[in-house]
C-alpha cells in the first residue's frame, strides 16, 4: 500500500470553474471496446466470405468451399481443376493479401501517429513511399522487373528502408531527433526521393512510364502466396514489436519531456517505432504499390471510437485496415467488365466519407470542437 | 539519503549562459522553492534538475548518484516531474494519464491500480477520473498531472523526490491552496519537493527553504525570512516591494 | 517488219498485263475487296516532294483467311521469346494479345479464327466483332476476367499486359506462349512459323509465309511504279504523339520506322542522324532533321488537336513538312504493324505518299 498521507482533503473535489463541455457520454470504455472489436471481427469475417465468392470467373459458394476442401485437407493440387487454380492460386492470395497489407498500413500509421504524438502523422512522413517509389520506379524503367518476380518487391522495399534511414540520420542532432525535425527532414527528403523518381520516369520508355503510374496509384493484383508468406512474416514481426511498446508509445502524448521524466527512452522508441513502421509499410507497398490513406485514416477512426490507448488502438487498427483494404479490393476487381482498377482509388472513397461521418458525429457529441 | 542536488550547474546556449555557476540542493523531507524574475532560469534550473537539460559544467545528484550515470528508468522511480505545460496530445481519460505514472514501475498490479485512485483522491480528480483531458479546464489539467506525479512517487518515502514547474498557474485560489498544502503534506512524509512559483506569497507560505535567482544566478538562498527581505526583492525584481509580518506569516506586496 | 514489231509489242503488252493481273491475284489473297489496284497506281503517281496537305492512309481491309483446311496437332511444341520450350496440349480457346493485331492476324491467316474467344479493344476484325473485349481496363488486364473465357492458349509479345497476368494465367493452368516483339520485315515469317508450331501446323506456315511474301513483292513493285515521278527519296520521319502534354517522339529502327520508311522510298531521318530507340521530338531536334514528310499514328494526331495542333508544336512549322502540312497518318495498328497486312498496310501508305487522291 501506498505511504500517501489521507489527511489532506477534507472537503468534497470542488467543481471547476468553468462550464466543461459534456465529456463522451454512455457507454463505459471497455463495452465500447467489446463492441468495436465484435463489429471488426464480423466485418473481417464478412469481407472475407464475400469476397471469396466475388470475382469476374463466376463461382458459386459451394466450388468455393470444394476447393479449400480439396486443397487443404485433400492435399490436392490445384492446378488439377481449373476452378481451383483459379481459386485458389488466384482469387486467394490476393484476398489474404489485401488483409494483411491493410492491417500493416493500418498499424505503421497507429504507430507513427502515436511516435509524432499527432493525429496527422503517417508513414509517408519519414519517406517510406516515395523511398519505395524509387525503388520500383528504377526497376521498372531499367525494364528489369521481368527477370523475377521478387526484384520489384525487393526493390521498394529497400528503398523504402534506405530513404527512412537517410531520413532519420540527417534529423539526428546531438544524438536526438526532435519531431519537428524529423518531419521537416522527411519533408526535405521526401523531394529529393520524388525528383529522383521523376527523373526515372523521364528517362524511361512508355511502357515503364505506364507501369509506374500504375504502380504508384497501388494494386493487389500481383499477389502470389509467397508474397502472403512474406508479408505475413513481417506483419507478425511489426505487430508483436508494436504490441510490446503500446504503453511507452501512450506516455509520448505527455511530450517528450514529460515522457523521459517517466522514465521512457525517448529517443529509442521513436527510433524502434520509426523501424517498425517502416517495415510494416515497407513490405505492404512492396507488394501493392502505393497505397495511401488506409495508414492516417484507419487509426484515425479506430481512435474516435475507443480512445487513444494503443493496447487497443493497434490490434483494432489491424482488423479495421484488413477490412478496409480487403473491401475495397473487391470494388477494383469486380466493379468494370474486364478491368482491375487501381485500389488507391477505393481506399479513399471508402475510407474518407466514413472519416467524415464518423469526426461530425464525435463532434456533435460533444457540442462543437475541441 | 534522498534529495537532489545541484552543483555548479553551468548551462550555455551559443555563449550565452542560462545558468551560471547555480548550486541548489532539493532536500529530502523539505518544500523549496524557487522564485525569481522572468528569465532568470527558474525554469532552466529545474530542466536540469529533471535530467531533461544536460549542463555543460556541474554535477547533478539524485540521491548522491550522479544523473548521467543513472539509467532513465531507475531516475524516473525516484525522481517524478510535473512541467509547466500539461498538454496532452490525445484524448486520454484523466485516468489513463494519471496509470502512465506508474510507467517505470514494470507490471501493472492491482497495487498500481489502488495507488492510481489514492492520487485522484487526493488531487480531488476522482469525480472526473473518465473525462477526457483534453475537455478539462487548465486548473484541472494540472491537478491531473499533479496525480500523475504522485502516482509515480509512490511509495513516497524519503528517496523521493517531486519537481514541480508552476504546478498552480492556471488554478483558482483554492485549489492552489489544496495543490501545495498537499505538497507540504508529501514532504512532511519525506519526499523532496522542489517547486518553481511566481507567487512569493504563497512561496512564503508553504516552503521551507527558498531559492531567489536573477540572471541564471542565484541571488540569495536561506529560510523565508532570509530570502524575503524587501531590500533584497525590490532589487532583483526591480520594482519596490514591500515585506511585511502578520500573525507569523510572511507577506510580499508590490508598493502601490 | 512493222508487223513483227507489232507483234512483239503486242506480246509484251500481253505479258506486262498477265503479270500485272498474277500480281493482282496474289496480293489479293489475304484481302477482301476486289479493286484492281496495279492499272490505278502508277497513273496516279506524282512527285511526293511537291504534294502538300495532310492525307491519311485508307484503312486497309480486315485480315482474311488465307490457309484453308489447316490440320493442327497436338502437343504442339515451340520455343518462345525467353528460349523456354513450351508444350500445348490443346488450343480450342485461344486469346492473341497483341497491341498492333499482328498475331490476331496471323492467326486468321491461318484459319483458325473460329477458335479465338476475346479481343484486344483495337481487334476491328468483323469476324471478332462478337468476342469480348478484354482490355477495357487499360494497362492491367483483370486476370480473373480472362479466365473466365476459359482460354486454353494465350498467344503474346508483351506490349498489351503485364508480366504478371501472365505468370497469373500460367499459375491457372492456361499455357501462354510469348513471343518477341520485334518490328522489322524479318519478323513477319518468323511469327507466322512460332504460332503456326504452336499450333502443330508447320506445314500451313509455308503456305501463309509465302503468300504474305508474294503479297509484299508485289507491293514493292507497285510503290517502285508509284515512286517513278519522285527524283529522290524524301526524307521522312515518323513521330509518335499522344495528347499536347509532353509525349511527342522521334522513333527509330527499334520502334519499327526504318523498315516502313525504306521500303515506302524515303529516307529516315531518324536513321542517319543515328537515331535507333527515341528522342524526344523538341523543337531543335525537329529542326535538326527536317523531314519533309511525317508519318504518324492517326489517333495521335487527333488526340494532339488534329493536324493544326500537331503543325503547332514547337519546331513542327520550322520543317519542310510543317511547311508544306505534309502529315501522313494512319491507324494505330497499320503503321507500324508487322503483321500478315503489312503489305496492304505499305500500298495503302504508299498511296497517301505518292499520290493526290485525297
Known amino acids: 500500500m501506498s505511504s500517501i498521507s489521507r489527511t489532506t482533503t477534507a472537503k468534497p473535489p470542488p467543481r471547476s470553474g468553468r462550464i466543461s463541455e459534456a465529456g463522451r457520454p454512455g457507454a463505459p470504455k471497455r463495452v465500447r471496446v467489446a463492441v468495436v472489436t465484435t463489429g471488426l471481427v464480423v466485418a473481417v469475417i464478412g469481407v472475407v466470405l464475400l469476397s471469396t465468392g466475388l470475382g469476374q470467373f463466376a463461382t458459386t459458394p ?50 507513427m501517429q502515436g511516435v509524432f504524438a499527432n493525429p496527422l502523422a503517417e508513414p509517408s512522413i519519414i519517406g517510406v513511399n516515395a523511398g519505395a517509389s524509387v525503388g520500383a520506379t528504377l526497376v521498372l524503367v531499367l525494364g528489369v522487373a521481368v527477370t523475377s518476380p521478387w526484384l520489384l518487391p525487393a526493390a521498394a522495399f529497400l528503398g523504402a528502408i534506405v530513404v527512412t534511414v537517410v531520413v532519420w540520420a540527417f534529423a539526428r542532432t546531438g544524438g536526438k531527433a526532435a519531431v519537428l525535425t524529423l518531419v521537416l527532414t522527411g519533408i526535405a527528403i521526401n523531394a529529393i526521393a520524388s525528383a529522383g523518381t521523376s527523373f526515372l520516369i523521364f528517362l524511361g520508355d512508355t511502357t515503364a512510364r505506364e507501369q509506374v503510374i500504375f504502380w504508384q496509384l497501388g494494386t493487389l493484383s500481383n499477389a502470389t502466396w509467397d508474397a502472403v508468406g512474406v508479408t505475413l512474416i ?19 502524448a505527455l511530450g517528450d519531456a514529460s515522457a523521459a521524466a517517466s522514465g521512457v527512452s525517448v529517443e529509442r522508441l521513436r527510433l524502434l517505432a520509426i523501424l517498425l513502421a517502416c517495415l510494416l509499410t515497407g513490405v505492404a507497398v512492396a507488394f501493392g504499390g502505393i497505397i495511401a490513406f488506409v495508414g492516417l485514416i484507419v487509426p484515425h477512426t479506430i481512435r474516435l471510437m475507443v480512445g487513444p490507448s494503443h493496447r487497443y488502438l493497434v490490434p483494432l487498427s489491424a ?52 | 539519503m534522498g534529495g537532489l542536488s545541484l552543483q555548479n550547474i553551468d548551462v550555455r546556449v551559443s555563449h550565452r549562459k542560462i545558468l551560471d555557476d547555480v548550486s541548489v540542493n532539493f532536500a529530502a523531507g523539505r518544500v523549496t522553492v524557487v522564485i525569481g524574475p522572468n528569465g532568470a532560469g527558474k525554469s532552466t534550473l529545474l530542466g536540469v534538475a529533471s535530467g531533461s537539460i544536460k549542463p555543460h559544467a ?78 478539462l479546464s487548465g486548473g484541472e ?10 502516482t509515480q512517487a509512490a511509495p513516497v518515502t524519503g528517496e523521493s523526490v517531486m519537481l514541480l514547474d508552476e504546478p498552480t498557474s492556471a488554478m483558482d485560489i483554492a485549489h492552489a491552496e489544496t495543490t501545495l498544502s498537499l505538497a507540504r503534506t508529501l514532504a512532511d512524509r519525506g519526499a523532496a519537493i522542489g517547486i518553481v512559483l511566481h507567487d512569493i506569497n504563497a512561496a512564503a507560505a508553504f516552503a521551507d527553504h527558498m531559492v531567489l535567482m536573477q540572471h541564471g544566478k542565484v541571488r540569495v538562498a536561506g529560510s523565508v525570512g532570509e530570502v524575503c527581505m524587501a531590500e533584497t526583492l525590490s532589487a532583483v525584481y526591480e520594482t519596490p516591494i514591500d515585506v511585511f509580518e502578520r500573525q507569523g506569516r510572511v507577506h510580499v506586496i508590490p508598493q502601490r | 517488219m512493222r508487223n513483227r514489231y507489232g507483234l512483239a509489242a503486242g506480246i509484251t503488252a500481253l505479258l506486262i498485263v498477265v503479270a500485272g493481273c498474277a500480281g493482282v491475284a496474289d496480293s489479293s489473297a489475304g484481302r477482301d475487296d476486289s479493286t484492281p489496284q496495279t492499272s490505278a497506281a502508277a497513273p496516279d503517281a506524282e512527285n511526293a516532294l511537291e504534294l502538300t496537305g495532310p492525307t491519311e492512309a485508307e484503312t486497309i481491309p480486315d485480315m482474311a483467311p488465307v490457309v484453308s483446311g489447316i490440320t493442327t496437332k497436338f502437343p504442339a511444341t515451340v520455343t518462345d521469346a525467353t528460349g523456354k520450350k ?174 516502313v520508311l525504306e521500303s515506302l522510298g524515303l529516307a529516315d531521318v531518324a536513321a542517319t542522324n543515328g537515331i535507333t530507340d527515341l528522342k524526344p521530338a523538341n523543337a531543335e531536334a525537329l529542326v535538326s532533321l527536317n523531314p519533309e514528310i511525317v508519318l504518324a499514328m492517326s489517333h495521335g494526331i487527333e488526340s494532339a488537336g488534329g493536324v493544326d495542333g500537331f503543325l503547332k508544336r514547337p519546331g513542327m512549322s520550322a520543317t519542310t513538312a510543317g511547311q508544306n502540312r505534309r502529315i501522313i497518318s494512319a491507324a494505330d495498328n497499320q503503321l507500324l504493324a508487322y503483321g500478315p497486312r503489312t503489305p496492304a498496310g505499305l500500298l495503302a501508305l504508299a498511296r497517301a505518299i505518292y499520290t493526290d487522291n485525297k
Request: with cysteine; proline share 4%.
Open chain 2, 58 to 135: 556541474g554535477v547533478a545528484r539524485l540521491g548522491g548518484e550522479d544523473l548521467r550515470k543513472l539509467p532513465t528508468k531507475q531516475a524516473a522511480r525516484r525522481r517524478a516531474v510535473m512541467p509547466q505545460d500539461s498538454h496532452v496530445a490525445f484524448p486520454f481519460t484523466v485516468r489513463e494519464v494519471v496509470e502512465m505514472g506508474r510507467t517505470p514501475w514494470s507490471g501493472s498490479g492491482p497495487a498500481d491500480h489502488d495507488i492510481v485512485e489514492e492520487a485522484l483522491g487526493l488531487t480531488g480528480m476522482t469525480d472526473m477520473a473518465d473525462r477526457e483531458i483534453t475537455t
Open chain 3, 86 to 259: 513450351i508444350t500445348i496440349e490443346s488450343a480450342d480457346r485461344v486469346l492473341a494479345l497483341d497491341l498492333y493485331g499482328s498475331l490476331t492476324d496471323t492467326v486468321i491467316g491461318l484459319g483458325l479464327a473460329d477458335r479465338l474467344v476475346g479481343r484486344a479493344n483495337s481487334d476491328l476484325n468483323h469476324l471478332m466483332a462478337d468476342l469480348p473485349v478484354i482490355t477495357a481496363g487499360g494497362h492491367d488486364l483483370n486476370t480473373e476476367a480472362i479466365l473466365s473465357l476459359r482460354p486454353d492458349l494465350v498467344l503474346t509479345n508483351t506490349t498489351i499486359g503485364t508480366d504478371n497476368n501472365y505468370r497469373q494465367l500460367e499459375s491457372a493452368g492456361v499455357t501462354v506462349v510469348r513471343f518477341e516483339h520485334v518490328p522489322s520485315f524479318e519478323s513477319i515469317d518468323t511469327t507466322i512459323d512460332l504460332v503456326a508450331q504452336a499450333f502443330g501446323a508447320q506445314k500451313s506456315a509455308a503456305e501463309l509465309s509465302e503468300a504474305v511474301d508474294a503479297e509484299m513483292t508485289a507491293a514493292k513493285a507497285e510503290i517502285e511504279a508509284m515512286r517513278a515521278m519522285t527524283p529522290r527519296a524524301p526524307r521522312a520521319a515518323v513521330l509518335y504523339v499522344r495528347g499536347t502534354a509532353g509525349i511527342f517522339f522521334i522513333l527509330g529502327r527499334d520502334y519499327g520506322a526504318t523498315d
Open chain 1, 234 to 252: 513481417v506483419f507478425v514481426a511489426g505487430f508483436i514489436g508494436c504490441m510490446a511498446i503500446r504503453r511507452p508509445l501512450d506516455v509520448l
Open chain 1, 319 to 370: 482488423l479495421g485496415g484488413a477490412v478496409l483494404l480487403a473491401a475495397a479490393d473487391i470494388a477494383t476487381r469486380n466493379l468494370i467488365a474486364f478491368s482491375d482498377l487501381p485500389i488507391g482509388i477505393f481506399t479513399a472513397i471508402v475510407g474518407g466519407p466514413l472519416f467524415l461521418v464518423l469526426l461530425r458525429r464525435t463532434l456533435r457529441g460533444q457540442g462543437g470542437m475541441r
Open chain 2, 141 to 150: 489539467r494540472q491537478r491531473t498531472a499533479f496525480a500523475r506525479v504522485i
Open chain 1, 62 to 111: 459451394g466450388q468455393v468451399i470444394g476447393t479449400i476442401n480439396r486443397v487443404v485437407f485433400q492435399g490436392a493440387d490445384p492446378l488439377g481443376n481449373q476452378v481451383d487454380a483459379v481459386l485458389w492460386n488466384i482469387r486467394f492470395p490476393r484476398i489474404a493479401l489485401g488483409l494483411l497489407a491493410g492491417a500493416a498500413l493500418a498499424v505503421a500509421g497507429t504507430v
